[in-house]
């Protein structure tokens, strides 16, 4: 275990968790999802974002507080709730995680031909070599640290120059996040891009990383809460100025290319390079997003059996080689990318309750007395996730089998 005891291990650490959560969320998934739901929803998409990002600060910053002053995973705190529960939480987060990786691993290949011109499956298998190459490392969470951190100010960087171009109406949006034109009918937005930013194994992403550093106990409360909101609040501006770069270009009569609808942003405002930049774009949050992916996922299997707790670097590698293979052999999930999002929103209410009740377990937390307003604030996202899983299940069937 790292221990990360000086200021600035520390702050490397703080910027280490919040990159590996932000860059699990800003995948092809999220590209894909924020284009999409901006061309059908328009400005009063900017309330689905704002709502979500609420819902997300109550969701993570209760696991990510409970999770490490317990000095336990979250599938541990699962299973001292009620016994079993959180193996079914494990086994239902590495499928959300492999199944966003297998689209991961496409958006990389896709990002790759984008960029190089290479065939997408070929450029798949390079980005599982690049994530591979990673962990094999002797110091791989190090650099996973500093990937993750280079790679998402990138990201950010890229797709604000982009969102400044467009000169998006940000008077409408403004007004919309607050008003939007049909609130009921942003259920669906809602649950997938909550499901997309901390669902399922997002959530646990930075967690399990300050757990793993050694960064537990109430003496750390302040830095993990911080770490937390802090992470929310980025990945909710990246899909900001998503949004607004999309919103930009629909408001200028632009169709959004069906195939890639997140291509057409970068194409319009930056002419023919801007394809090449989102290829750039797009295979960044594709490797992060794997990396991210591969390690939160590899990390709820550790609780199962000493094995895999002794191994972990080779679990995390077999599981980007099979969801490269996956792909190679298989090609694009279609309709994956967004179905996955809505599976691991779905998935956040069991989670979600199971820890706010292990937070005033004593054979849990100890001592320590989690605050009303966080269980409150948690509830209140538990329910709000419940109402909207139990809305969107429908359109999720369709779309699987309609």
């Given at each position: 275990?790292?221990?990360?005891?000086?200021?600035?291990?520390?702050?490397?650490?703080?910027?280490?968790?919040?990159?590996?959560?932000?860059?699990?969320?800003?995948?092809?998934?999220?590209?894909?999802?924020?284009?999409v739901f901006t061309e059908q929803f328009a400005a009063s998409f900017a309330f689905a974002i704002i709502l979500s990002v609420i819902i997300d600060i109550g969701a993570q910053l209760n696991i990510w507080r409970?999770?490490?002053?317990?000095?336990?995973?979250?599938?541990?705190?699962?299973?001292?709730?009620?016994?079993?529960?959180?193996?079914?939480?494990?086994?239902?987060?590495?499928?959300?995680?492999?199944?966003?990786?297998?689209?991961?691993?496409?958006?990389?290949?896709?990002?790759?031909?984008?960029?190089?011109?290479?065939?997408?499956?070929?450029?798949?298998?390079?980005?599982?070599?690049?994530?591979?190459?990673?962990?094999?490392?002797?110091?791989?969470?190090?650099?996973?640290?500093?990937?993750?951190?280079?790679?998402?100010?990138?990201?950010?960087?890229?797709?604000?120059?982009?969102?400044?171009?467009?000169?998006?109406?940000?008077?409408?949006?403004?007004?919309?996040?607050?008003?939007?034109?049909?609130?009921?009918?942003?259920?669906?937005?809602?649950?997938?891009?909550?499901?997309?930013?901390?669902?399922?194994?997002?959530?646990?992403?930075?967690?399990?990383?300050?757990?793993?550093?050694?960064?537990?106990?109430?003496?750390?409360?302040?830095?993990?809460?911080?770490?937390?909101?802090?992470?929310?609040?980025?990945?909710?501006?990246?899909?900001?100025?998503?949004?607004?770069?999309?919103?930009?270009?629909?408001?200028?009569?632009?169709?959004?290319?069906?195939?890639?609808?997140?291509?057409?942003?970068?194409?319009?405002?930056?002419?023919?390079?801007?394809?090449?930049?989102?290829?750039?774009?797009?295979?960044?949050?594709?490797?992060?997003?794997?990396?991210?992916?591969?390690?939160?996922?590899?990390?709820?299997?550790?609780?199962?059996?000493?094995?895999?707790?002794?191994?972990?670097?080779?679990?995390?590698?077999?599981?980007?080689?099979?969801?490269?293979?996956?792909?190679?052999?298989?090609?694009?999930?279609?309709?994956?990318?967004?179905?996955?999002?809505?599976?691991?929103?779905?998935?956040?209410?069991?989670?979600?309750?199971?820890?706010?009740?292990?937070?005033?377990?004593?054979?849990?937390?100890?001592?320590?007395?989690?605050?009303?307003?966080?269980?409150?604030?948690?509830?209140?996202?538990?329910?709000?996730?419940?109402?909207?899983?139990?809305?969107?299940?429908?359109?999720?069937?369709?779309?699987?089998?309609?």
């Amino acid at each position: 275990m790292e221990q990360y005891n000086n200021t600035v291990n520390k702050r490397r650490l703080m910027l280490g968790a919040i990159f590996l959560m932000v860059t699990s969320a800003v995948g092809p998934a999220f590209l894909t999802q924020t284009a999409v739901f901006t061309e059908q929803f328009a400005a009063s998409f900017a309330f689905a974002i704002i709502l979500s990002v609420i819902i997300d600060i109550g969701a993570q910053l209760n696991i990510w507080r409970v999770l490490t002053v317990a000095n336990k995973r979250g599938q541990d705190v699962g299973n001292m709730v009620l016994p079993g529960l959180g193996s079914l939480i494990a086994i239902l987060i590495v499928i959300g995680g492999l199944a966003f990786n297998i689209g991961n691993i496409a958006g990389a290949g896709m990002g790759f031909n984008a960029l190089l011109g290479l065939d997408t499956r070929i450029g798949a298998i390079i980005a599982g070599v690049l994530a591979i190459i990673i962990f094999s490392s002797k110091n791989g969470t190090k650099v996973m640290d500093v990937v993750t951190q280079l790679l998402g100010i990138t990201l950010l960087v890229i797709i604000g120059i982009v969102m400044i171009k467009v000169q998006p109406p940000y008077q409408e949006a403004a007004t919309k996040m607050i008003i939007p034109d049909d609130p009921m009918s942003l259920v669906m937005p809602i649950i997938t891009i909550v499901g997309g930013s901390v669902g399922g194994y997002i959530t646990f992403a930075g967690a399990h990383r300050l757990i793993e550093a050694g960064v537990t106990g109430e003496e750390n409360l302040d830095f993990v809460s911080k770490s937390a909101n802090i992470g929310i609040i980025t990945a909710g501006i990246m899909r900001f100025l998503l949004f607004l770069a999309a919103l930009g270009v629909i408001t200028a009569g632009v169709t959004l290319s069906k195939d890639n609808p997140p291509a057409t942003i970068f194409e319009y405002a930056l002419g023919d390079v801007g394809l090449r930049i989102f290829g750039l774009v797009l295979l960044i949050a594709a490797i992060t997003s794997v990396i991210g992916a591969a390690y939160t996922s590899a990390s709820f299997l550790r609780s199962f059996h000493p094995i895999f707790d002794r191994y972990n670097n080779i679990v995390i590698i077999g599981f980007i080689i099979f969801s490269t293979i996956v792909f190679a052999f298989i090609g694009k999930p279609v309709v994956l990318l967004i179905v996955a999002g809505a599976f691991n929103g779905m998935i956040i209410p069991i989670i979600l309750t199971a820890i706010l009740i292990g937070s005033r377990k004593k054979s849990i937390v100890g001592d320590y007395h989690h605050p009303t307003w966080m269980i409150v604030f948690g509830y209140v996202a538990v329910i709000i996730t419940l109402l909207a899983s139990f809305i969107s299940i429908r359109e999720v069937i369709g779309m699987l089998f309609g």
